[in-house]
Each structure stands twice: as structure tokens, then as C-alpha cells.
């Protein structure tokens, strides 16, 4: 399995983050079983999370909301 590092990989904000700039997550598509995952202030560091694991923490922010969120209902 390729893994994500912040120099190769193509990352975009996150449709989860914050539009002002101040709290963006970003994603790196691309890497089968795997999501890379990053602060935009910390580029330089990322967690890889499994597939099955970032859908789930998706689907649970959609239902339930995040920090302020409020759920997609």
C-alpha cells in the first residue's frame, strides 16, 4: 500500500471545515482503504485513517453534529 505523504499527495479542505480558514481539515484522496488526514496549520504531519473508520466518524458527524454543528437532518 502507498503511503500518504504531505509532499506527493493532493490535499483538499475537508466539506466538514470551517469556510473562514480558521479550522480546516484537510483530506488526500486516492489511497485505497485509507483516508490521510491533516490540520492545515500543521501540514506537515498526518494520520491515516482506515476507509470503514472515517465513514463511520462521517456519518456520525452528518447525524449528530460536531463542535457546534448541527447535524445535516
Avoid at 493532493?10 to 483530506?27: D, I, K, P, T
Avoid at 496549520?41 to 466518524?57: G, H, I, T
Wanted: aromatic residues 8%; proline residues 8%.
Amino acid at each position: 500500500m502507498r503511503r500518504p505523504s504531505a509532499g506527493s499527495s493532493v490535499w483538499r479542505a475537508s466539506s466538514y471545515s470551517n469556510a473562514n480558514g480558521g479550522q480546516c481539515l484537510e483530506v488526500a484522496d486516492g489511497f485505497p482503504g485509507v483516508v490521510p488526514v491533516r490540520d492545515s496549520k500543521c501540514p506537515e504531519r498526518s494520520l491515516n485513517v482506515s476507509s470503514p473508520a472515517w465513514a463511520a466518524f462521517i456519518t456520525s458527524i452528518a447525524r449528530h453534529g460536531w463542535m457546534g454543528m448541527k447535524p445535516s437532518r
